[in-house]
């Protein structure tokens, strides 16, 4: 994700004057509802707080690794089997929450005031979306998930290395990547912008529970809450930046011989944290968008050359099949739980997965909203739920089952290099095909500038929710919480490697996803009362059963069209 995050919010000076909600009302604004204001940039408890929490759990991983290791896996095993159906049930509830949404009489509502119109056409909306999807997860799972799947079939429902396994193999991926992610992303997006655009809140996460605590939303409770989200994002980053440098190692071994191994993996994660903590400071906003660009441009070349050169028909023909079977098997799938067996693989995979998207859904949410004012509910779920979805259910197709092919028809060995080390899948599959040395130095590079992007927008957003929702947090605030994410990165890889930064991010996402069943819960609050045109709609904002008099997706789609 590029530093479009800050720019895409912030208040149009050429802007009709009442545009808005009070005081600017986009995130990072300092409008907190009539009679209140709050000082840009203010350090307040949630900060200090914040990074005491952070501090405390990188010397603790570092002096103490051992027991650090234990406490986690048994924490682990104690989340998920007493709550990791919760998991199922929040993210499958939160889904369904949407789909009412996007066709009920709610779905007109616009994320700002009745006259706003979106920012940006559908076309570039559209990009960016997908552009908050090209993340390291790409590099990462497009060919690993598959393929392991392939080898070690879900719940064993297929026998390993055979047709019917390919397909299961990427139904289970389609699953992990999919709908799920997207909702959870897709509730936070249309809260804050719904909290932020249309009643002028704070883009705070404790923001979002006004409906339901009232006040004590900027007490001692709402505290806690945003600390809360800090704390998720925080480890959901780590996560990835940990993910990446796992990437960016095996990569560089097969191009450079350089040693795959911890010491490698840290100084790559040292490096590219100083990288993105500069670029934070600095605000380099055109090289990061150029940057950005790139990525997607890489990628989408990627993605056509291995259309050409792969098995064509074969994945055709296997990206059909299986999205048949994801969509005959997807309520079971939601619901599959663990009570007759079947715990580690949930934990390595489903659970994981979940969970990360539950760590990340402040962040990618804080994103969608900055980039979607004026448009529809129903615009907004329809395309963040499918475009992205479809987008990763592609690449998965594309480049797993050329891994898949290899391995069933080729006499490859793909999934056992995965076993052997999870960051080996993407390369390996490169290897059986032209130009490899060409297009494992372009996935190096894809894993680099997904790295640095990502981090880049996650120090500002941390930066952001720990200084009172400011757009611009100081510069000290940024290198603390640069600094505190490699740290946090660095310490679990040393402590286990990938299964430390898998343990920990299930663990510390479960009181988060209490919040988020509970944002959806004070958004449909929010929502009702603007419906009902109740006091709880914002000032000079026509609502009721038809919320504003020109909210149809004609008109909406002519304003796109004139963008």
């Known amino acids: 994700m590029s530093r479009q995050l800050q720019g895409a919010s912030e208040p149009n000076p050429t802007a009709a004057p009442g545009n808005g909600p009070p005081d600017g009302g986009g995130p990072g604004s300092r409008a907190a509802g009539p009679g209140r204001r709050h000082s840009a940039g203010r350090l307040g408890s949630v900060f200090w707080a914040s990074v005491a929490v952070a501090a405390v759990f990188i010397a603790w991983a570092t002096l103490f690794t051992e027991n650090l290791n234990s406490v986690t896996e048994s924490s682990l095993n104690w989340v998920t089997s007493s709550f990791g159906w919760s998991y199922l049930l929040v993210t499958l509830a939160i889904l369904v929450f949407l789909v009412f949404l996007a066709f009920s009489p709610a779905g007109r509502i616009r994320l700002g005031k009745d006259t706003d119109r979106p920012e940006f056409s559908t076309p570039a909306w559209l990009a960016m979306l997908l552009g908050a999807v090209m993340g390291i997860g790409l590099i990462s799972y497009g060919v690993a998930e598959p393929i392991s799947h392939l080898a070690d079939p879900p719940h064993g429902l297929a026998e390993p290395n055979t047709p019917e396994a390919a397909v299961r193999a990427l139904q289970y991926s389609y699953f992990d990547w999919g709908l799920h992610a997207w909702g959870v992303f897709a509730v936070f997006g249309l809260a804050i912008a719904y909290s932020t655009y249309r009643k ?9 529970f006004t409906p339901l605590l009232g006040d004590r939303a900027d007490g001692p409770i709402g505290k806690v809450i945003d600390v809360l989200a800090v704390f998720a994002t925080l480890f959901g980053t780590a996560t990835s930046l940990g993910l990446g440098a796992l990437q960016i190692n095996n990569g560089l071994g097969r191009l450079l011989g350089i040693p795959v191994g911890s010491t ?5 994660v040292a490096a590219i944290t100083a990288v993105f903590t500069v670029s934070a400071v600095s605000g380099i906003d055109r090289g990061i968008k150029m940057l950005s660009y790139t990525s997607g441009t890489l990628a989408i070349a990627m993605f056509v050359f291995m259309m050409i050169v792969g098995p064509t028909v074969f994945i055709a023909n296997l990206y059909i099949e299986s999205i048949g079977v994801w969509a005959g098997d997807f309520f079971r799938m939601s619901l599959q739980g663990t009570a007759f067996g079947g715990l580690e693989w949930m934990q390595w995979w489903t659970y994981f997965m979940l969970a990360w998207w539950v760590a990340w859904g402040a962040f990618v949410g804080i994103f969608l909203a900055r980039i979607s004012r004026g448009r ?6 329809t395309g963040v739920l ?3 979805s479809l987008a990763f259910f592609t690449w998965f197709a594309v480049f797993g089952g050329s891994a898949i092919h ?3 028809f080729r006499g490859g060995d793909i999934a056992d290099q995965t076993a052997a080390d999870f960051g080996n899948a993407f390369f390996a599959t490169l290897e059986h095909y032209p130009l490899p040395a060409a297009t494992s130095a372009i996935a190096v590079l894809l894993a680099v500038i997904f790295f640095v992007t990502s981090a880049d927008s996650n120090t500002y957003v941390l930066g952001s929710m720990t200084s009172d929702g400011s757009l ?3 510069r000290p605030v940024l290198v603390l919480w640069g600094v505190l994410t490699g740290g946090t990165a660095v310490t679990l890889m040393l402590a286990d490697g990938l299964d430390a930064l898998q343990n920990t991010v299930i663990v510390t996402s479960l009181p988060f996803l209490v919040i ?8 449909w609050k929010d929502l009702a009362a603007d419906l009902r045109g109740g006091p709880a709609a914002p000032p000079g904002t026509t609502t009721g059963t038809t919320p504003g008099p020109t909210t149809d997706t004609a008109e909406e789609a002519e304003t796109d069209a004139a963008h």
Not at 200 to 208: A, E, H, K, W, Y
């Open 516 to 523: 988020i069943a509970g944002v959806a819960v004070s958004f």
């Open 376 to 381: 529809t509910i129903r615009g907004f779920i």
């Open 200 to 208: 002028g809140r704070r883009p705070l996460v404790s923001q979002l």
């Open 264 to 268: 490698a993996q840290v100084l790559i």
């Open 406 to 408: 290899v391995d069933l």
């Open 472 to 474: 611009a947090p100081r």
């Open 386 to 388: 499918t475009v992205p």
